[in-house]
């Protein structure tokens, strides 16, 4: 069974900046792609970004591009999703997933298997 955990969640001021973590058993996370998805209170879950095995082939959506950055460190199998300049809208959960079908691009959830549980950020003064 693959296990996934996301962490780095928590408190921050609106303008600050949060770096998510997410984990794997094994090398689940350093051999696979990933990608980072939240989920607003009373919404529908929502693809942020992406990342292929490939460490140059990312992809951030278009909103979110000029504040949050994907990236992967293979050596500690992390994936890492830096968010700058956070508002309260940002407010979510945000879970991690391993995209087993699908382009690299893709945020589509049905292209992703082995989630995991979530970690709260919240954006608040």
């Known amino acids: 069974q693959v296990l996934v955990t996301e962490s780095g969640g928590g408190s921050v001021q609106p303008g600050g900046s949060r770096t998510l973590s997410c984990t794997g058993s094994?090398?689940?996370?350093?051999?696979?792609?990933v990608g980072w998805f939240r989920q607003k209170p009373g919404k529908e879950r929502e693809g942020v970004a992406t990342?292929?095995?490939?460490?140059?082939?990312?992809y951030v959506t278009t909103d979110l591009k000029e504040r949050f950055r994907i990236s992967r460190d293979n050596e500690r199998n992390t994936v890492l999703l830096r968010m700058n300049d956070l508002n309260p809208d940002d407010t979510a959960i945000y879970y991690c997933?391993?995209?087993?079908?699908?382009?690299?691009?893709?945020?589509?959830?049905?292209?992703?298997?082995?989630w995991g549980q979530g970690t709260q950020v919240t954006v608040s003064s």
């Open positions: 997933a391993v995209r087993t079908r699908g382009f690299w691009y893709s945020l589509d959830r049905a292209d992703y298997d082995y």
């Open positions: 094994r090398n689940t996370i350093a051999d696979s792609a």
């Open positions: 990342i292929d095995t490939n460490p140059r082939l990312t």
